[in-house]
Each structure stands twice: as structure tokens, then as C-alpha cells.
């Protein structure tokens, strides 16, 4: 897959799958929802204030059929109702609406009723650039602050796992730095080669790692050749881990605003896929979110039975 329409054209081809939406009454947030109930994807369980959720609903004329309204005026009633849900399996995916990220993932790591798997929580964003000849991952810009060794090996192996819901069998994975031979000055040069030869010993599993790669050699096999790196993952990464939330952040930015790329993400690591959508967050980027959560819930899902 090179766009985020093959995603599309994927997950129809599988039973679609339940979202639960915590804090749902906000106009934007329901746009993507519309949109998603349009392409047959998912139904929809909107969690919130029912009086704002079914005026908004008239007013973008979202039809109901693929969804079930809950009053939960109390955004963090809200927040635990849905992360209940998908907890329970009533739903496959959670997805934050008008609420503050710290409120939902205090409920996604609630001991009892939670979402907390047995890695750290990550955030994986896809992008689809134009003119570059594959789906690229970035991971971690939004969660993780300055991830430790083991860190860094947890969250590269949620993104791993999630890529390969899109049919990427052995990952390329590209441990970031700001130059590619192993200074002890620089931590994120140490980390790299150590995340190199865990991938080696199957310490992470299902991907291929190289590191300390800087990003043109990473995603350039010219700026690889240039420099004479011999490798697997220099030129033709699928993944991009980044040192630390500065250089992801600013990575994420630099490719959506400049490079016009189209983008969609998702939080990993939790027992099931969470869409942390932003009110900055473009309509298209909040819809992709939502295709890329699908995609990742539908992995062990079987198609859908042909039409008679």
C-alpha cells in the first residue's frame, strides 16, 4: 500500500469495526465520524453531551444508522464509559473528541477498567508524501519525552506491529541521529546501534534495524551510496525513530507543513488502537487517523462475505 486510499480500499474488504468516542460533541470530531460512516468502515458509539452530539448530527446530516448515542455529559464520565467499552470488547477502538488528552489517558491507564498493554504507551504517525515511493512512519513525536534504551525498544516495537497491519511482513526500521557512526558523546548514537543488535538477537521482533542513520541516509539510497553505507535499512526505511519528542515534533511538522504530506496517527502500545485527534488537526488528517486505528483493529478480522 502507497496511500492512504489503498488503506481505504483494504479495510472495506473486512467487517467493519466499532469506535467508541469519548467527549463526541464536537463538530469537528464528528465530520471525521461522517465521513468514516460513509465509507462503511465502522459504527460509532458517541459518548457525551446528547443535546450538543444530536444537533451537530442534524446539522452535517450524519446518519444514525451505524450509530448509538450515550448521554455522558461529564467528560470524564465520558472518557471512562468509552475506554469501558472497548475494554469490555463492545468496541475495538477508542477515540478522543472534545477533552483534554491527559483526561483520556488517565482512563486508558485506569487499573481496572483501562487499556494498559505491556509496553509503553507510543505515538505512530503515517505519512504519504508526494513524489516519495512509499508510506513512511514516524514514531515517537507526541508521547514520549526522552525515551530510555528500553523505552526506545518498546516503542519501536508497537510501530512495528502496527506496520505490519498494512502488509509490511520484515519492517525497515532507521534509529535517527544526527550523524551515522557511534560517538559516546551522543547518547542517541549509542541507543541506535544497541537497538541494531537487539533487532539481531530477537530482541524486537518482525523488523530489520540499522542505526545510527541520519535522515538522508535513512530515506535517500543516493545520500547512502554518497556516503558509502552498506545496509538493509539506509535508503529504503520503512520506519523513522526519532531520538527524542523535540526532533519528532518538529520531523512531523516539518513534512506536513512543508512537504504538504497527508498524515493520519494513532497512539500504540495499549490493548487497542486509540485515535488522539487534535483540534489543529486538519478534517482529512482526522479521517486518516481513524483509517489507520481500522486498519490496525482489522488485522485478525476475516473479510467480509461477498454480496449475493
Request: with cysteine.
Amino acid at each position: 500500500m502507497r496511500t492512504f486510499q489503498d488503506i481505504i480500499s483494504k479495510i472495506q474488504q473486512n467487517q467493519p469495526v466499532t469506535i467508541a468516542v469519548a467527549a463526541a460533541d464536537d463538530i469537528e470530531v464528528l465530520q471525521a465520524v461522517s465521513a468514516a460512516a460513509k465509507l462503511n468502515v465502522a459504527s460509532f458509539h458517541l459518548l457525551g453531551d446528547e443535546k450538543k452530539i444530536r444537533d451537530y448530527v442534524r446539522k452535517i446530516n450524519l446518519s444514525l444508522d451505524t450509530v448509538e448515542i450515550s448521554n455522558e455529559a461529564d467528560p470524564v464520565s465520558a472518557c471512562n464509559k468509552a475506554v469501558e467499552s472497548v475494554s469490555r470488547g463492545n468496541s475495538q477502538i477508542l477515540m478522543k473528541g472534545l477533552v483534554p488528552t491527559a483526561t483520556l489517558l488517565r482512563a486508558v491507564l485506569d487499573k481496572e477498567i483501562g487499556l494498559r498493554g505491556e509496553r509503553i504507551l507510543s505515538h505512530v504517525a503515517l505519512f504519504e508524501i508526494e513524489g516519495y515511493d512509499r508510506l513512511i512512519f514516524v514514531t515517537d513525536a507526541a508521547m514520549n519525552i526522552t525515551p530510555t534504551l528500553e523505552q526506545k525498544a518498546e516503542i519501536v516495537q508497537n510501530a512495528v506491529d502496527l506496520v505490519h497491519s498494512i502488509g509490511i511482513k520484515q519492517p525497515k526500521v532507521a534509529a535517527l541521529a544526527a550523524i551515522e557512526t557511534i560517538n559516546p558523546k551522543m547518547q542517541a548514537t549509542l541507543d541506535a546501534a544497541l537497538l541494531s543488535k537487539m533487532a539481531e538477537r530477537g530482541q524486537i521482533k518482525g523488523a530489520v534495524i540499522d542505526g545510527p542513520l541520519a535522515l538522508d541516509n535513512a530515506i535517500s539510497l543516493e545520500a547512502a551510496a554518497h556516503k558509502g553505507i552498506e545496509s538493509k535499512v539506509a535508503g529504503n526505511a520503512d520506519i523513522l525513530l526519532v531520538p527524542s519528542i523535540e526532533v519528532g515534533n518538529v520531523l512531523y511538522k516539518s513534512i506536513v507543513y512543508f512537504a504538504k504530506a497527508k498524515v493520519g496517527a494513532v497512539l500504540a502500545g495499549a490493548k487497542a488502537p486509540v485515535v488522539l485527534t487534535s483540534r489543529a488537526d486538519s478534517h482529512e488528517t482526522k479521517l486518516n487517523s481513524i483509517m489507520l486505528a481500522v486498519l490496525s483493529a482489522q488485522k485478525d478480522t476475516p473479510p467480509q462475505q461477498a454480496k449475493l
